[in-house]
Nanobody, 124 residues
Framework: VLLQACGGGLVQAGGYLRLSCTAS????????MGWFRQAPGKEREFVAA?????????DYADSVKGRFTISRDSAKNTVYLQMNSLKPEDTAVYYC?????????????????WGQGTQVTVSS
Protein backbone atom coordinates (compact mmCIF):
# COMPACT_ATOMS: atom_id res chain seq x y z
CA VAL A 1 0.00 0.00 0.00
CA LEU A 2 1.48 3.31 -1.07
CA LEU A 3 0.64 6.87 -0.21
CA GLN A 4 2.25 9.42 -2.48
CA ALA A 5 2.33 12.97 -1.13
CA CYS A 6 3.25 16.01 -3.17
CA GLY A 7 2.63 19.75 -3.46
CA GLY A 8 5.12 21.13 -1.00
CA GLY A 9 7.39 24.06 -1.75
CA LEU A 10 8.64 27.46 -0.71
CA VAL A 11 6.09 30.21 -0.15
CA GLN A 12 6.04 33.59 1.54
CA ALA A 13 4.10 34.19 4.73
CA GLY A 14 0.46 34.81 3.94
CA GLY A 15 0.62 32.62 0.86
CA TYR A 16 -0.97 29.27 0.15
CA LEU A 17 -0.18 25.75 -0.97
CA ARG A 18 -2.23 22.64 -1.68
CA LEU A 19 -0.83 19.28 -0.74
CA SER A 20 -2.07 16.09 -2.37
CA CYS A 21 -1.86 12.50 -1.22
CA THR A 22 -2.79 9.73 -3.63
CA ALA A 23 -3.42 6.21 -2.41
CA SER A 24 -2.36 3.21 -4.47
CA UNK A 25 -5.50 1.18 -3.92
CA UNK A 26 -8.16 0.43 -1.38
CA UNK A 27 -6.24 2.34 1.24
CA UNK A 28 -8.37 5.21 0.22
CA UNK A 29 -11.44 3.56 1.63
CA UNK A 30 -9.66 3.51 4.94
CA UNK A 31 -11.55 4.48 8.03
CA UNK A 32 -9.69 7.75 8.19
CA MET A 33 -6.86 9.66 6.57
CA GLY A 34 -4.79 12.38 8.09
CA TRP A 35 -2.00 14.88 7.68
CA PHE A 36 0.82 15.28 10.16
CA ARG A 37 3.88 17.50 10.12
CA GLN A 38 7.31 17.49 11.67
CA ALA A 39 9.50 20.54 12.04
CA PRO A 40 13.27 20.26 12.65
CA GLY A 41 13.99 19.29 16.23
CA LYS A 42 10.32 18.76 17.03
CA GLU A 43 8.05 15.77 17.32
CA ARG A 44 5.59 14.87 14.61
CA GLU A 45 2.28 16.59 15.22
CA PHE A 46 -1.27 16.17 14.02
CA VAL A 47 -2.61 18.64 11.47
CA ALA A 48 -5.95 17.35 10.13
CA ALA A 49 -8.02 14.21 9.62
CA UNK A 50 -10.94 13.17 7.43
CA UNK A 51 -13.20 10.17 7.86
CA UNK A 52 -14.56 8.01 5.08
CA UNK A 53 -18.08 8.06 6.48
CA UNK A 54 -20.44 10.55 8.05
CA UNK A 55 -20.17 12.78 5.02
CA UNK A 56 -16.44 12.96 5.36
CA UNK A 57 -16.30 14.62 8.74
CA UNK A 58 -13.07 16.40 9.57
CA ASP A 59 -10.99 17.57 12.49
CA TYR A 60 -8.09 19.97 12.80
CA ALA A 61 -5.34 20.97 15.15
CA ASP A 62 -6.10 24.26 16.86
CA SER A 63 -3.02 25.82 15.25
CA VAL A 64 -4.44 25.40 11.73
CA LYS A 65 -8.19 25.81 12.26
CA GLY A 66 -9.64 28.39 9.92
CA ARG A 67 -6.55 28.33 7.67
CA PHE A 68 -6.26 24.71 6.51
CA THR A 69 -8.90 22.52 4.87
CA ILE A 70 -8.71 18.77 4.38
CA SER A 71 -10.81 17.17 1.66
CA ARG A 72 -10.95 14.04 -0.45
CA ASP A 73 -11.76 13.04 -4.01
CA SER A 74 -12.86 9.42 -4.03
CA ALA A 75 -12.75 9.18 -7.80
CA LYS A 76 -9.06 10.09 -7.77
CA ASN A 77 -8.15 8.21 -4.57
CA THR A 78 -6.72 11.47 -3.35
CA VAL A 79 -6.88 13.52 -0.17
CA TYR A 80 -5.93 17.18 -0.17
CA LEU A 81 -4.72 19.72 2.35
CA GLN A 82 -5.41 23.29 1.31
CA MET A 83 -3.19 25.57 3.35
CA ASN A 84 -3.99 29.28 3.37
CA SER A 85 -2.54 32.21 5.30
CA LEU A 86 0.65 30.29 5.84
CA LYS A 87 2.97 31.29 8.65
CA PRO A 88 6.69 30.64 9.15
CA GLU A 89 5.76 28.29 12.00
CA ASP A 90 3.98 26.07 9.46
CA THR A 91 7.38 25.15 8.04
CA ALA A 92 7.78 21.38 8.31
CA VAL A 93 7.79 18.12 6.44
CA TYR A 94 4.16 17.16 5.91
CA TYR A 95 3.10 13.51 5.91
CA CYS A 96 -0.17 11.92 4.89
CA UNK A 97 -1.38 8.81 6.64
CA UNK A 98 -4.21 6.29 6.48
CA UNK A 99 -5.82 3.81 8.82
CA UNK A 100 -8.44 1.10 8.53
CA UNK A 101 -9.49 1.39 12.14
CA UNK A 102 -10.89 3.91 14.54
CA UNK A 103 -9.23 5.68 17.42
CA UNK A 104 -6.29 7.97 18.06
CA UNK A 105 -7.04 10.13 15.02
CA UNK A 106 -4.71 12.88 16.26
CA UNK A 107 -1.84 10.56 17.15
CA UNK A 108 0.67 8.79 14.95
CA UNK A 109 -0.20 5.43 16.52
CA UNK A 110 -3.67 5.74 15.05
CA UNK A 111 -2.39 5.26 11.50
CA UNK A 112 -1.01 2.23 9.66
CA UNK A 113 0.24 3.64 6.37
CA TRP A 114 2.40 6.70 5.77
CA GLY A 115 3.51 8.69 2.76
CA GLN A 116 7.10 9.78 2.23
CA GLY A 117 6.62 13.41 3.27
CA THR A 118 6.74 16.67 1.38
CA GLN A 119 8.63 19.77 2.51
CA VAL A 120 6.76 23.01 3.16
CA THR A 121 8.85 26.10 3.82
CA VAL A 122 7.25 29.44 4.68
CA SER A 123 9.52 32.46 4.59
CA SER A 124 8.89 35.57 6.65
Amino acid sequence: VLLQACGGGLVQAGGYLRLSCTASRRTFTSYKMGWFRQAPGKEREFVAAIWSFDGGSTDYADSVKGRFTISRDSAKNTVYLQMNSLKPEDTAVYYCAAAGRSGYFSESRGYDYWGQGTQVTVSS
